[in-house]
C-alpha cells in the first residue's frame, strides 16, 4: 500500500531496485522455459522444470513485497482483549442500544 501511495504521490516507481532485479530474473526464467518448450519434442523436459522452478522460487519471494500478508484479527467477543467501555461517551441512543443487547443475551 505504502508503495501505490508513493507512486501515486510522485508518479514514479517505488520498488527497490532489488525487487525490480527479481521481476527481471523471474521474466528471464519464464522466457527461457517458454524457449525450450517451442523446440516441441526435442525440448529437454528436465531444463523446463528447473527454469519454472528458479521462477517459481524467485515469484515466491517477491510476493513478499508486492502482497500485503493476511493476520487473524480477533474482532469481538474476546474479554481477554475487549475494549474498555465508557459510558459517559455514549449518546442515549447508544447507550439504549447496548442495554437492549445485555438484555437479549442474558435471556440466552
Known sequence: MARAELQSRHGVDAASPA?????ECADWMLGLADE????GEEADCKLIKEYLDSAA???KELAQ??????????VGGDP??????????????????????????EKV
Not at 19 to 23: A, G, L, N
Not at 80 to 105: C, F, M, T, W, Y
Open 65 to 74: 513485497y508486492e502482497t500485503p500478508k493476511l493476520t487473524a484479527v480477533r
Open 19 to 23: 525487487v525490480s532485479k527479481m521481476r
Open 80 to 105: 481477554v482483549n475487549s475494549l474498555p467501555l465508557d459510558i459517559k461517551a455514549l449518546s442515549d441512543d447508544q447507550l439504549h442500544g447496548l442495554i437492549d443487547r445485555l438484555s437479549a443475551e
Open 36 to 39: 525450450e518448450q517451442k523446440r
Open 57 to 59: 522460487r524467485i515469484l
